[in-house]
C-alpha cells in the first residue's frame, strides 16, 4: 500500500505525474467538483420529517459512516483518491479486487464515488475506523469500499444525468464484488416502505441514516436527531429586540481544558427563551482579547464559561466541501487574562443545531461538555493532542487620524485606525490590513459605533480610509492628534 499526499505525485503503477500537468488539474478538479455539488445538493431530515418527502420514485440506501473516496481507472491502474488529494495505491486488498472487476471493465478516465469504511469488530462501521486502519493500527483486509455514484465515464466524459442509469452502470462494473460493491439500494415510491427502510437500518443501528436520491435530482441524508452539550462562549443581539440574544457561539471542552469551538446557533427558540438567554448571559460577559464575528458580520460579546446548553443536530462535518478539514480556534479561559486565543485546529460545523435548553446541571468541564462527545459520529484530527499557543507577528499602526467637535459643551470624537496585520501570510483567517473607524457622540442614545473594514492591500486599506474621512469629516470637525 502507498500513502501519498497531494495530486501531483503517484497515483499507482509506480509512474510519477509531474505536479500542475494538465491530467492532474482535470482529474482533481473534476473531483473537486463532484464533492462540491454533492455538498449543496444534499438536504437534511430527521427519521420524524419523512413525511415531508415530495412524491415520487426514491432509490434508498443506507448511510455508511466511513469517508469519501473516489475510485479512479487511470493509466490501466486503479486507485483510490480523495478530493484534496490523498492517494491509496499498490497492494491493498480491496485494491486489488477492485482491479479484477472494476479494472477490467472500466475504461480509463472512468471514475466512481463511493464511500471507504473500516470494520473494527464491533457493531457497524465508524468514521474513525478507517483513520484508524490507513494509519497502521489494524488489519488492512477491514477496510471495504460501497460505491454509490458514476462521477465521470471514459476520459472523464459527463456520465448518465439520471440517476438509475448511473446505478445500473455501478452494479455492472462492482457485480461480483466483495470488498468493493455498489451500496445496497431499494427502488420505491412508496414513503411507509421508505419508513420500514429507516427502522431496519437506523432504528435499529445498522447504519447511521438513509440516503434518498430522487429522480429530479435532490439527495436526501436522514438521520436521526442527536445533541450535544455545549459550552456557551458568546452571543450576540437581536437589532430589533436588544433584549433578546440572537446567535450563540459554542464550544467544546478539550481534554487539555482548552475550549474547542464548533460553530454557531441562530436556532434559538421562542422570543422569551431568546430573552431568558440575554439575561442569564450579560452577567457573564468579560473584556477579551480573542474577538469573532457572526454569519451577520455582528461582533460576539465573550462571556465567562459558565453556561451550558443542550443543542440538537441533524449531523456532523469534519471537512468542507471541498474535502479541506474545517479547522476553527482553540482558546483558553482564565481569571486573570480572561480569553487568550491559542491555535487553530481541526474541529466540526454543526449541521442544523437548535438550542433545545439550558443545563443547570451541567459545567463547562472534561467530563459534562467534553469535545469527545462528537467521536461517535465525526472523526476529528488530533482532538486529544494538547493545544498550544501560536506566535504570530506583531501588528503595526500605519495610519492614526482623530478629530473633535464641539457642540452644546459636548464633545464628538470620530477617529480612524488602519493597521498592517504582518499575519495573512501565517494564518489565512487574518486579512492583511484592518481599517478601523471609531464615532463616539455623547449625544446619541447609544454613544459609540464602530465601524471594521478589511482589506487585502496597503492600497485598498488607503482607498476605504481616505473614503471614510471624506464622507465623515466634514465642516466643524477640528483634527485634534496633531501638536
Not at 471514475?111 to 469504511?117: K, M, P, S, Y
Not at 448518465?160 to 439500494?185: C, N, W
Not at 493545544?387 to 503595526?396: G, N, R, V
Not at 488602519?418 to 471609531?438: G, I, L, R, S
Request: aromatic content about 8%; proline content about 4%.
Amino acid at each position: 500500500m502507498t500513502w501519498l499526499q497531494g495530486s501531483g505525485e503517484q497515483l499507482g503503477s509506480g509512474r510519477v505525474y509531474p505536479a500542475g500537468s494538465v491530467n492532474d488539474r482535470e482529474l482533481m478538479g473534476c473531483l473537486q467538483m463532484y464533492r462540491r455539488r454533492v455538498a449543496s445538493s444534499y438536504r437534511g431530515l430527521k427519521g420524524s420529517e419523512l413525511g415531508e418527502l415530495p412524491a415520487g420514485e426514491f432509490h434508498v440506501s443506507p448511510k455508511v459512516d466511513g469517508e469519501l473516496w473516489f475510485l479512479v481507472k487511470r493509466d490501466q491502474s486503479v486507485v483510490l483518491i480523495a478530493s484534496n488529494g490523498r492517494v491509496l495505491s499498490g497492494d491493498l486488498p480491496l485494491l486489488k479486487e477492485a482491479s479484477a472487476s472494476f479494472g477490467s471493465r472500466a475504461a480509463d478516465g472512468f471514475v466512481i464515488a463511493g464511500e471507504l469504511f473500516g470494520l473494527s469488530g464491533k457493531g457497524r462501521p465508524r468514521v474513525g475506523d478507517v483513520a484508524a486502519l490507513l494509519g497502521g493500527d489494524g488489519d488492512v483486509a477491514r477496510l471495504g469500499y460501497q460505491a454509490f455514484d458514476v462521477v465521470s465515464v471514459a476520459d472523464y466524459g459527463t456520465p448518465p444525468d439520471v440517476y438509475s442509469d448511473r446505478f445500473a452502470e455501478l452494479q455492472r462494473l462492482l457485480s461480483d464484488g466483495k470488498r468493493v460493491k455498489a451500496i445496497k439500494t431499494a427502488v420505491t415510491n412508496d414513503p411507509v416502505e421508505i419508513k420500514s427502510h429507516y427502522d431496519a437500518y437506523v432504528e435499529t443501528g445498522k447504519a447511521e441514516g438513509l440516503v434518498l436520491r430522487s429522480g429530479d435530482g435532490r439527495v436526501y441524508k436522514v438521520k436521526p436527531s442527536f445533541t450535544l452539550d455545549c459550552v456557551v462562549l458568546g452571543f450576540t443581539e437581536r437589532a430589533e429586540d436588544r433584549e433578546q440574544a440572537r446567535s450563540l457561539l459554542l464550544g467544546l471542552v478539550r481534554e487539555d481544558g482548552s475550549l474547542q469551538l464548533v460553530g454557531a446557533c441562530g436556532n434559538l427558540g421562542s422570543d422569551e427563551e431568546r430573552k431568558t438567554l440575554k439575561s442569564k448571559l450579560l452577567p457573564l460577559v468579560i473584556p477579551s482579547d480573542f474577538r469573532q464575528v457572526s454569519g451577520s458580520g455582528a461582533m460576539y460579546r465573550l462571556v465567562q464559561p459558565e453556561v451550558v446548553v443542550e443543542v440538537e443536530c441533524t449531523d456532523l462535518q469534519a471537512m468542507n466541501s471541498s474535502g479541506e478539514s474545517i479547522e476553527r480556534w482553540a482558546i483558553q479561559w482564565s481569571e486573570e487574562a480572561g480569553w487568550q486565543p491559542l491555535c487553530r485546529v481541526a474541529s466540526v460545523s454543526l449541521i442544523h443545531p437548535r438550542i433545545q435548553r439550558i443545563r443547570s446541571d451541567k459545567a463547562a468541564n472534561t467530563v459534562d461538555a467534553r469535545l469527545a462527545q462528537v467521536s461517535e459520529r465525526c472523526w476529528v484530527v488530533g482532538q486529544k493532542e494538547p493545544a498550544s499557543a501560536t506566535d504570530l507577528p506583531t501588528s503595526e499602526l500605519t495610519r492614526r487620524e482623530v478629530y473633535t467637535k464641539e457642540a452644546k459643551e459636548k464633545t464628538s470624537v470620530r477617529k480612524l485606525l488602519v493597521w498592517k496585520t504582518n499575519k495573512e501570510a501565517a494564518d489565512q483567517d487574518f486579512p492583511a490590513y484592518v481599517v478601523h473607524w471609531t464615532d463616539y457622540s455623547p449625544g446619541r442614545s447609544k454613544p459609540l459605533k464602530r465601524t471594521v473594514r478589511l482589506a487585502p492591500n496597503a492600497v485598498e486599506a488607503q482607498r476605504i480610509a481616505d473614503d471614510f474621512i471624506a464622507s465623515k469629516i466634514k465642516k466643524g470637525w477640528q483634527r485634534a492628534d496633531r501638536a
